[in-house]
């Protein structure tokens, strides 16, 4: 066998066995190519989420809406749609609509956003929110649920539900759940995190925390737990968009960190863990990553870094995934390469 093929594996299981203990998720960042930024003329690009098909070619889910409405329109105006590219990192090419609008008597009538792809056993699983309303920006963002569609392919044909996976119940998320993260969990059985509102002072609602639920089937049956995570108290909405994975052991998830309340950088991706999913703490190294991109062309700072989403080889995390702002209020996915040998 090649040496660089041996050194290269002994690397990779070194880096792996490094990630069960204390990690430092903003060294792994490295260089952006050029062709790893995603646009979609004439649309507004958010949430970018990918995975590999069975032909090898890499399949990229996002979020998209006219590039002529406001950015708070993917409140109102999001739909779900599909790239691919034959290359991890890019240039992806915009292929369909995955989830569009469909009637008004579905939860899910008037938007899909948040994307979060995976496969599990054989079968592809988009995780995703939808909602319905008078397209006013509080009606819509109130009617915010969890769903799942499910294929054999990530061409589709996608099998959507007549009711959401998640859905509010009384007490902490009365008022609207969104921002799924899946995965599987160290036990088999199937965890999720996602956001969740109660009630409160209307139309914001109560305070903004993150629940954990699990399942045995990765599309139904999801027992949520009532204990909040990712919290600050003395901070409303502290963090969003989580992305959650399990490496040696120990559950990792990346959040968007509003104001710097874990990481103490201001606004940023921080890094959590967790023995079990439901108790997670701040990791020793929290920042994940500042709100820039390292191009290789030089460091950009930007006005948003956010919707983490790790793309896998052989179980390694090689491609974070976010949702840009630029200064000029352009909006984009990148997808940042990332190395464990660093």
Sequence with gaps: MNKKIIFSFLLSCLSLFSVGQDINFNQWITKVP???KFTDPGYQVWCGSMIKGDDNQFYLFYSRWPDSLKHTNWVTHSEVALAVSKNPLGPYKFLKVVLPKRDKKFWDADVTHNPTIHKFDGRYYLYYMGNYGNGEFWNN??????????????LGPWKRFKKPLINISDGYDSLMVSNP???KGLNGKYVMVYKSVGHGPMPFGGKVNHRVAFSKNPAKGFIKLPNPIFTKDTVKFPAEDPFIWVQNNK?????????????KQGLSI???ESDDAINWKVAKNALASKIEIPWETGLEKVKKLERPQLYFENGIPKILFAAVMDAQDKSYTVAIPLNLSK
């Design 141 to 154: 963002r109130n009617h915010q649920r969890i769903g799942v569609a499910v294929s054999k392919s990530p």
């Design 270 to 272: 921080a890094l959590f």
């Design 181 to 183: 993260a899946v995965s």
């Design 251 to 263: 559950y990792w998830a990346l959040v968007k960190d509003f104001s710097g309340s874990f990481t």
């Design 34 to 36: 050029s062709y790893a």
